[in-house]
């Protein structure tokens, strides 16, 4: 099983990146999926989650409004749109798999099997 995240860079305040996490070894539309990030000297953090269907389900308020969850089964691959982006928005991204027969969702680090190696996402003018 692989996730790979990418889409990072750097980007000026007000503006807006997509990430997207393509994954191998899944059967990822059984998949629900998660995008957590980690700021320097900070936690990992969850920030949203997306169900089989595309839902996002489960969306951190510091992102609410500004950040949206996609997913293309088709091609095994999650997204998240990010507008509006600001400095504490800097953190790297990590896109994560949970294995759910439910068809649910996690806000939880331990809630996922699989990650990604993350991307960066650097906001600064």
């Known amino acids: 099983v692989q996730l790979q995240a990418s889409g990072g860079g750097l980007v000026q305040p007000g503006g807006s990146l997509r990430l997207s996490c393509t994954t191998s070894?899944?059967?990822?539309?059984?998949?629900?999926m998660g995008w957590f990030r980690q700021a320097p000297g900070k936690e990992r953090e969850f920030v949203l989650a997306v169900t089989w269907g595309g839902k996002n389900a489960a969306v951190a308020d510091s992102v609410k409004g500004r950040f949206t969850g996609s997913r293309d089964n088709a091609k095994n691959t999650l997204y998240l749109q990010m507008i509006s982006l600001k400095p504490e928005d800097t953190a790297v991204y990590y896109c994560?798999?949970?294995?759910?027969?439910?068809?649910?969702?996690?806000?939880?680090?331990?809630?996922?099997?699989?990650w990604g190696q993350g991307t960066q996402v650097t906001v600064s003018s």
């Open positions: 994560a798999a949970r294995w759910d027969v439910s068809g649910g969702y996690s806000d939880r680090e331990d809630g996922y099997q699989y």
């Open positions: 070894g899944l059967g990822f539309s059984r998949y629900s």
